[in-house]
């Protein structure tokens, strides 16, 4: 495969910074505001950045990485007296407190692991563990940046001119460092000048679609209709649609596709009327340690997430269930999956293995 040009992607899109680190602090862009106002929520220790992923100030598998790998830095905040020992205990139980804030995202545990990496490889704790904590967290978000910008460049030569694409949840600038994944190969055809059109579903209940996809998308002066969830298959039938690419929160060992719940419905419809499924993510979202997407946790979250909009109830009462995230069977994956290394091709387990293993 030939390596994309990249010359056009020296400027990230318009999109506000999802994560500011300050030098003592992490401002995070609180997602929950959007699209009414831009504000930033300080977090000044690890309890208020996990809290911050919890109730989805900010979200998204990269993002939610990268917030958790400056998250252990600050939980060591102040640690640096403990004992080498002591230490490395309180560093474990900091990383499994951040951990167990969201389970789907593999990007999280990555995240807490590289830091751990870092600090065994260098064999570091107090002041200076802190420091290798700070600069690690720093390198991940700057990575972060480069392989979305390159996967966006791989996404942008597989992707026809005049393309109508449908999207679902947020793989946006604001669910990474900057780019974002589903979104980088639509900024990337924006850089060279070539047409497109894209469709946001709204992606019920949290609306991610609704409020965060066509807010950036719309302030980067990209083309983006918004449509209900229930629409997509619908403009679909009518040829209105010429192919679908979402993010992932994880990617397994034989490819199946973990994501925002409603994708599966998306990824079946794509198939029935034989348009294109891509799926764009980092490598840093690929499990090869778990099988298949049954063996991924599904978050369940809050009933209040179905039952109430903008804090007025719209539903009768009635058990309520809320699964964040729903599996996308690998056969159902029909275009590929675009990552920073190439493309993954149908069957895209075998194809990831195989990307990976070089
Ligand atoms: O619950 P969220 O908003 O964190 O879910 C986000 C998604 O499902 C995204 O599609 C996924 O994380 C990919 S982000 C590049």
Not at 192 to 208: I, M, N, S, Y
Not at 306 to 318: D, E, F, K, N
Request: hydrophobic share 45%; with cysteine.
């Amino acid at each position: 495969m030939t390596h994309p040009d990249l010359t056009l992607l020296r400027t990230p899109p318009k999109a506000p910074t999802t994560l500011r680190w300050t030098g003592t602090a992490l401002d995070l862009l609180d997602q929950t505001r959007l699209p009414q106002e831009v504000t930033y929520r300080r977090c000044e220790d690890g309890e208020a950045v996990r809290e911050a992923i919890v109730t989805l100030q900010v979200r998204g598998a990269p993002a939610i990485g990268l917030a958790a790998a400056w998250g252990l830095a600050l939980a060591m905040g102040e640690k640096d007296d403990l004992e080498p020992n002591a230490w490395r205990s309180a560093l474990e139980a900091a990383a499994d407190r951040l951990r167990s804030a969201r389970p789907t995202a593999v990007n999280l545990a990555w995240a807490l692991a590289q830091q751990l990496k870092a600090i065994d490889g260098a064999g570091l704790s107090g002041a200076p563990g802190r420091a290798l904590l700070t600069e690690t967290a720093a390198r991940l978000q700057s990575e972060d940046e480069r392989v979305c910008a390159t996967l966006g460049a791989y996404g942008a030569s597989v992707i026809p001119d005049g393309a109508r694409i449908l999207t679902h949840c947020n793989a946006g600038a604001l669910a990474v460092a900057a780019w974002g994944t589903a979104t980088a190969p639509m900024y990337h055809m924006q850089a060279e000048g070539r047409p497109f059109k894209v469709f946001a579903d709204e992606t019920r209940p949290v609306l991610q679609g609704a409020r965060l996809t066509a807010f950036e998308l719309a302030q980067a002066g990209i083309d983006v209709t918004l449509i209900t969830d229930s629409m997509a298959a619908h403009l679909m039938s009518r040829g209105e649609i010429d192919l679908v690419i979402v993010g992932t929160d994880r990617v397994t060992a034989n490819g199946d596709v973990v994501n925002k719940i409603g994708t599966l419905s998306v990824a079946i419809a794509a198939k029935h009327f034989s348009i294109p499924f891509w799926v764009a993510c980092p490598l840093s979202t690929y499990d090869p340690a778990t099988a298949e997407g049954s063996d991924v946790p599904i978050e369940e979250r809050a009933p209040e997430e179905v039952t109430h909009l903008g804090g007025q109830r719209i539903a009768a009462q009635a058990p309520v269930r809320n699964p964040a995230f729903d599996v996308t069977p690998a056969a159902l994956v029909t275009g590929g999956i675009i990552t920073e290394a190439g493309i993954a091709r149908p069957p895209v387990g075998a194809a990831l293995a195989e990307l990976t293993a070089s």
